[in-house]
């Protein structure tokens, strides 16, 4: 499945990143999850985000880094791939 970054949230350990669902469908998480090739914990979740006109943005998620030091690798804007 594959996602694009929206928001990386870096104030805090551990890093939080937010990404949008670019295709439609459910997905999960495996055993050692990668997010464009960075190892993430195996949690995901949906922020409270609105589309434009006021609806919940189910398309939404927010993934964690398991290791801070991976941060150089992904940006936001970037389009990665969920395996």
Do not use: C, N
């Amino acid at each position: 499945m594959k996602f694009e970054i929206t928001y990386i949230f870096e104030k805090q350990r551990p890093v939080t990143l937010f990404a949008r669902q670019l295709g439609t469908g459910e997905f999960a998480l495996s055993d050692s999850p990668m997010l464009g090739g960075v190892p993430i914990k195996r949690y995901v979740s949906q922020p409270r985000a609105i589309t434009p006109d006021g609806k919940p943005d189910l398309s939404q998620f927010s993934f964690v880094l398991s290791t801070a030091s991976d941060l150089p690798k992904l940006g936001v804007g970037q389009i990665v791939e969920l395996t």
